[in-house]
């Protein structure tokens, strides 16, 4: 598990099956209207992201709020006391819910391994230099190590953002520190990004990796 047990997740796996697309309906979620005009499968993945958030409050013995907004920036806007974060990639969306009293942030992505292609041609923009000639794992190709860059820097910005207040980028945190036995990633800040977060602030998350995915999650307590 990759949070603590006061933070609710829930996962599905797209495309929509039977029992995901009668839930869909159930819940009554719509689209906004800057997606109604998208790709289908890009209303798909946010649709399936919101209704990852929607079954968590259920779960929780909730009424779910009608809609989960996205703010000018993509990320997602919470009810009054709750925070969360939604991923959702080819194949896959997650959402994950928590009150503010239990927990401040929380960041989750899931990635699928990125291409040799890609991987050559934003390596240098997602990855400062330790990062590219140190930690790599033994056993792991550069691939698999830099999706888990990309998606570990992905939940610190989703964990850390509506916190701070500010938008920060790939380079303004480094990691420094990988455990595979616990699932442990270590970071640091690279220059202040607001409020508590000053340069050199450290945090922690974790990851999952699998034969063609890599999951991380990040929250804050308080």
Known sequence: MLLSPCVTQISINLPFDQSASDALLASDLKLPERLKVAHPKRQEKY???????????LKLGLTP??????????????????????????????????????VLGIGIDSEPFMSSRTYSRVAERIMNGKEITDLCPVGWSEVEWATLVFSAKESIYKCLRPICGNFFSFED????????????????????????????WKGQGRFEKTSVWVHTAMELLP
Do not use: N
Request: with cysteine; aromatic share 12%.
């Open 173 to 200: 945190a480094e990691m420094y520190e990988i455990d595979l036995k616990l699932g442990v990633f270590k970071f640091y800040l690279k220059r202040d990004i607001g409020g508590p977060f000053k340069s050199g």
């Open 47 to 57: 649709l399936a992201g919101r209704l990852c958030a929607y079954q968590a409050f």
């Open 65 to 102: 709020p009608k809609d989960i907004p996205m703010a000018p920036d993509g990320s997602s806007v919470w009810p009054s006391g709750w925070t969360g974060s939604i991923t959702h990639s080819e194949g896959f969306a997650s959402a994950a819910i928590g009150k503010i009293t239990d």
